[in-house]
């Protein structure tokens, strides 16, 4: 790992401990995210577990689940809890009104539907991931089916991105859904809340990764190793 690479996780973990530790409480319900700054906040919460805390948690990715178990934190599924208390996620984009650009960690449908059984939601980043609009660093990551993809494309790409479907590891990549994703590349979103609208409503899509009025509120570390909390 090198030393820039290093650095930008270590804001990750400063971000995401402060986190669990400003709003995790003994007996809740937590949502844990996926992804690399989840995963350092996931590992805190293993902590709180181990000192005693009486937490269950949901995962939002097969992954996020095995990391869980690994650090000895009861894993549940969404159905078994009314509501989940908080839950801890990271963000590809953060624009100054705390909307929202996620899933290339490859689990926005599960992180959508997890968000959406969340009473509190806080979203962790470096400042990296602050942007003045919404799809000017990141794609816009969309789960679609398999059935019929290259006409979902075409139909994306008719909303004025560049479509690209997602390859990893030499493969197309498939969601824990059994889905192809993929990563709409926009000169800028000007408005996100018709744009969601209009990607949702295409045959095919099974959702998109503008995360909107979703989070109460975004902790952002700095390369000084300072940490602020934007709040609604």
């Given at each position: 790992m090198g030393k820039g690479t290093q650095m930008t996780d270590?804001?990750?973990?400063?971000?995401?401990?402060k986190a669990v530790d400003d709003f995790v409480k003994d007996g809740m319900t937590v949502g844990l995210g996926t992804g690399s700054t989840a995963y350092h906040a996931i590992r805190r919460v293993g902590e709180l577990v181990n000192k005693g805390f009486k937490l269950k948690c949901v995962a939002t990715s097969l992954?996020?689940?095995?990391?869980?178990?690994?650090?000895?934190?009861?894993v549940v599924d969404l159905d078994e809890v009314d509501q989940i208390d908080v839950t801890?996620?990271?963000?590809?984009?953060?624009?100054p009104d705390m909307q929202l650009i996620k899933g290339l960690g490859g689990a926005l449908l599960r992180e959508k539907i997890v968000a959406?059984?969340?009473?509190?939601?806080?979203?962790?980043?470096?400042?990296?991931?602050?942007?003045?609009?919404?799809?000017?660093?990141?794609?816009?990551p969309?789960?679609?089916?398999?059935?019929?993809?290259?006409?979902?494309?075409?139909?994306?790409?008719?909303?004025?991105?560049?479509a690209v479907l997602r390859?990893?590891?030499d493969k197309t990549f498939v969601t824990d859904n059994g889905n192809y994703v993929y990563d709409c590349k926009f000169s800028g979103i000007d408005n996100p809340f018709f744009l969601e609208s209009r990607i949702n409503v295409i045959p095919g899509v099974v959702d998109n990764g503008l995360f909107l009025n979703t989070a109460a509120a975004v902790i952002v570390s700095s390369a000084d190793g300072n940490v602020r909390v934007m709040n609604r």
């Open positions: 270590d804001l990750k973990r400063i971000a995401a401990e992954q996020t689940e095995n990391i869980a178990e690994e650090c000895g934190i009861t801890i996620d990271g963000a590809d984009e953060v624009d959406a059984s969340t009473a509190f939601e806080v979203i962790v980043v470096d400042e990296s991931k602050l942007v003045e609009k919404l799809g000017t660093k990141s794609p816009l969309v789960e679609v089916l398999k059935f019929g993809h290259l006409k979902t494309k075409k139909a994306l790409e008719r909303q004025g991105c560049i390859v990893k590891d």
